[in-house]
């Protein structure tokens, strides 16, 4: 029996008794290197040599899936967005496999690009390899994995790091999109009092990993109350949930003429009500969103690029209002 047999007997032996798992799509491209890696895992493995099936596979204890390449960047895209969509999805590594990766700066990208963790060609050795899944097992390992955290504390964090990753964010915070400034700082300090690092600090100051989850936790909650308590921000904010672009404030996300009919504003108050004009005209309510242009330009009447939007909104207006008469 090759090398890459043995190690696939091994886990298969291991996987009764392994309290997680390693999900893996073997389409006959996967190298012995790789399961001699795995080997050392006390993983159980649940091999299949179809995508689809992988993926209906993966629950609660999954650690780690490994997919094989050669690379379709949509395929294998929609698989990274689906495992990651799923609860607790973030606390699942993902290694890919590619004759393509030998390009390193290629390599970087695709692990940006698809939000994996391990992006290796099949000419890896064993030890690079191990190396790897350490760092990205303990970088996704829950909370409530750890030894050093009582199991109360750390699975009320991971609950709420979870929501983070899936969530936006007035489900975070559990509160309504009409909660005002005060209602959200309300919210944010009851969850805030509960993440905060100085609660968990004799249980993390000896535990880098346990810090540094702890402190994201909470650098995301502080980025979720400015967020939603800046109207600028909070009202951007909204136009990034409408693009579905992204469930975080992310402005980049954003169409390129809503970023540039956003920059050539020239003042706080003629942004505000640009912001509500798109925000209008993403919703489909011309008539609000003429009456936000007007309040715009009524605060920047010699600003020649914004007048220029305006007509365009009002022209738009007035054809959809004339389409309805002739209905």
Not at 189 to 212: F, S, T, Y
Not at 262 to 277: F, R, W
Request: with cysteine.
């Amino acid at each position: 029996m090759n090398l890459k047999g043995q190690n696939l007997g091994q886990m298969q032996l291991n996987r009764m008794k392994a309290s997680a798992r390693c999900i893996i799509f073997d389409n006959g491209n996967i190298p012995s290197s790789t399961y001699s890696a795995l080997g050392e895992l006390n993983f159980g493995l649940v091999p299949s040599d179809r995508l689809d099936t992988c993926l209906e596979q993966i629950d609660q204890t999954t650690r780690l899936v490994v997919l094989a390449g050669p690379f379709d960047a949509q395929v294998y895209g929609d698989a990274c967005r689906r495992i990651r969509c799923m609860k607790f999805g973030w606390s699942i590594s993902i290694y890919l496999i590619s004759k393509e990766f030998e390009d390193r700066t290629l390599s970087a990208r695709r692990r940006t690009q698809l939000d994996a963790d391990i992006c290796l060609p099949p000419s890896a050795p064993s030890a690079v390899i191990s190396e790897h899944l350490a760092q990205s097992l303990e970088r996704r390992r829950l909370l409530s994995h750890h030894e050093d955290i009582p199991t109360g504390p750390a699975l009320t964090l991971d609950r709420l790091w979870d929501r983070m990753q899936r969530q936006d964010y007035y489900d975070i915070l559990e509160c309504s999109r009409s909660s005002d400034a005060a209602g959200i700082r309300q919210r944010f300090q009851a969850i805030a009092h509960i993440a905060h690092p100085d609660r968990h600090r004799k249980w993390a100051e000896n535990n880098p990993a346990l810090k540094r989850r702890i402190s994201e936790i909470y650098l995301r909650l502080s980025e979720i109350h400015k967020v939603l308590t800046h109207p600028i921000k909070r009202a951007t904010y909204h136009l990034c949930l409408k693009s579905g672009g992204s469930l975080r404030y992310e402005p980049s996300c954003l169409a390129t003429h809503i970023r540039q009919e956003i920059d050539e504003c020239e003042t706080q108050q003629g942004l505000n009500a640009v912001l509500q004009s798109i925000d209008a005209r993403m919703d489909g309510d011309w008539g609000r969103a003429c009456a936000a242009m007007e309040e715009a330009l009524a605060i920047e009447p010699n600003n020649g690029w914004l007048q220029m939007r305006a007509d365009a909104v009002q022209t738009v207006h007035r054809l959809n209002t004339q389409c309805g008469e002739w209905s």
